[in-house]
Nanobody
Framework: QVQLVESGGGLVQPGGSLRLSCVASGTGIAFNIYSMGWYRQAPGKQRELVAAISSGRTTNYADSVKGRFTISRDNAKNTVYLQMKSLKPEDTAVYYC??????????WGQGTQVTVSS
C-alpha cells in the first residue's frame, strides 16, 4: 500500500477557493499507475466520491462539483490536487485522498477538514 497525506484544508468564506494536495509515499511505489480520487464525508452522511483521475489522466466529477472543482496530478511529485472554487456551505466536509491500483487494497489518507462558512 501507498501512504497518503492530505493538506490544504481550512476555513473559507462562501465563494472562496482552496487547493487540496495529497502526497503519496512508500517503498517502490509507482504513483503513475495509480488511479487517484478525492472523497468527502460530511457529518451524518456517507462518504462520497468528489473527483477522480485515472493513470491516463481521465477525470470524472460528482455532479455537485462539476465546473467548480478540478482534479489534477503531478506524477513527478507523487501528488494529486483538488482545486476548489466557488465554494458553498454544502461543500463542508472532511476530504479524503484515495489511491487505487489493480491487485492491491485501496489506500486512504487521514483526511483534511474543509469548512465553508461566513
Amino acid at each position: 500500500q501507498v501512504q497518503l497525506v492530505e493538506s490544504g484544508g481550512g476555513l473559507v468564506q462562501p465563494g472562496g477557493s482552496l487547493r487540496l494536495s495529497c502526497v503519496a509515499s512508500g517503498t517502490g511505489i509507482a504513483f503513475n499507475i495509480y488511479s487517484m480520487g478525492w472523497y468527502r464525508q460530511a457529518p451524518g452522511k456517507q462518504r462520497e466520491l468528489v473527483a477522480a483521475i485515472s493513470s491516463g489522466r481521465t477525470t470524472n466529477y460528482a455532479d455537485s462539483v462539476k465546473g467548480r472543482f478540478t482534479i489534477s496530478r503531478d506524477n513527478a511529485k507523487n501528488t494529486v490536487y483538488l482545486q476548489m472554487k466557488s465554494l458553498k456551505p454544502e461543500d463542508t466536509a472532511v476530504y479524503y485522498c484515495n489511491g487505487r491500483v489493480a491487485g492491491l487494497s485501496d489506500s486512504w489518507g487521514q483526511g483534511t477538514q474543509v469548512t465553508v462558512s461566513s
